[in-house]
Structure formats: C-alpha cells, structure tokens
Nanobody
C-alpha cells in the first residue's frame, strides 16, 4: 500500500488542523492505520491508531481529548483532526499502515507515508 499524507501547515496555538492520508490499492480496510510524529531532536511518537473498521482507537496521552483519528474505507483515507494545538505538537506527522493492531499501537508499522509538517506557533 502507498500512502500520501497532506494537510500540514502553520497554525497558532489553540488552532486546529486536519491531516489526511490517502492510500492506494483495494485492500485499505485490511490495514490498521495510524499517525505518528517526530519533532526535531526527539524520538518518533505514536500519536493515534485506528482499527480496520474503526471499532478501536488508540491515542497517546499527550493528545487525548484534543486529537481524533477517523477513517473512511470507501475513500481509502484516514484523517487526524487536531484541535487546541500546542507548540509542543510541532513535528513532522506521518501516516502508516500495518496488518496488526498490536504492532500499530506500538508504532511498528510496515508501510509509511512521506510525512507532512505541522508547525504550531505560540
């Protein structure tokens, strides 16, 4: 599966952004999808994950209550709605896909998109 992330940009603290990730292929619904981020000088962090038919979701503690992951299997797309953004959310955000829920929650994905930069100004 090939993944193409979009929607990043510059936003003020307290603002919102919605990231999208379009996947190629006809087996999108067979993948656990996730969003991860990496800030300069920091380790990569698993931000959110969603199961194949959206029955389960996972969020990092740092984004709970502010970020929402969703997917539309008919459109082969996964979204990350980010509200009340903080400067510490500044990072390159990657979408990723995997066949295993457990791996996805751990941030261990087989397929990765190219990343989209989110910058939150204070």
């Amino acid at each position: 599966v090939q993944l193409q992330a979009s929607g990043g940009g510059l936003v003020q603290a307290g603002g919102s952004l919605r990231l999208s990730c379009a996947a190629s292929g006809r087996t999108f619904s067979s993948y656990v999808m996730g969003w991860l981020r990496q800030a300069p000088g920091k380790e990569r962090e698993s931000v959110a994950a969603i199961s194949r038919y959206a029955g389960s979701t996972y969020y990092a503690d740092s984004v709970k209550g502010r970020f929402t992951i969703a997917r539309d299997n008919a459109k082969n797309t996964v979204y990350l709605q980010m509200n009340n953004l903080k400067p510490e959310d500044t990072a390159v955000y990657y979408c990723a896909a995997d066949g295993s829920w457990a791996s996805g929650v751990r941030g261990e994905y087989d397929y990765w998109g190219q990343g989209t930069l989110v910058t939150v100004s204070s």
